[in-house]
Nanobody, 118 residues
Framework: QVELAESGGGLVQPGGSLRLSCAASGNLLGLYYMGWYREAPGKRRELVAHITTGNSKNYLDEVKGRFTISRDSATNTVYLQMDDLKPEDTAVYYC????????????WGKGTQITVST
């Protein structure tokens, strides 16, 4: 079992910044990557960014140049630095961890609301 503890959501004005954190604990054998998804009203949940144990990174095109994902291996914590936030970034953001042993298992945080508005 894996637990994901999220923090850092909130309200911010357009152009502002927020930093999300997600700390993973439990049985992390086979951890492949951690990342962040988001789900806006009426929209499909989409991958925002992820980072592998080998430090490979991937970003949604819409956030490239504005968001930065990083990882602290010692604490199994992933961070998402979000700069130049736009109203279109408003969504519930979910931390995701992927465990691959004999099969793939996804674990999810409870979600944190990001609202970009004046």
């Amino acid at each position: 079992q894996v637990e994901l503890a999220e923090s850092g959501g909130g309200l911010v004005q357009p152009g502002g910044s927020l930093r999300l954190s997600c700390a993973a604990s439990g049985n992390l054998l086979g951890l492949y990557y951690m990342g962040w998804y988001r789900e806006a009203p009426g929209k499909r949940r989409e991958l925002v960014a992820h980072i592998t144990t080998g430090n490979s990174k991937n970003y949604l095109d819409e956030v490239k140049g504005r968001f930065t994902i990083s990882r602290d291996s010692a604490t199994n914590t992933v961070y998402l630095q979000m700069d130049d936030l736009k109203p279109e970034d408003t969504a519930v953001y979910y931390c995701n961890a992927v465990i691959i042993t004999n099969h793939r298992t996804d674990y999810w945080g409870k979600g944190t609301q990001i609202t970009v508005s004046t």
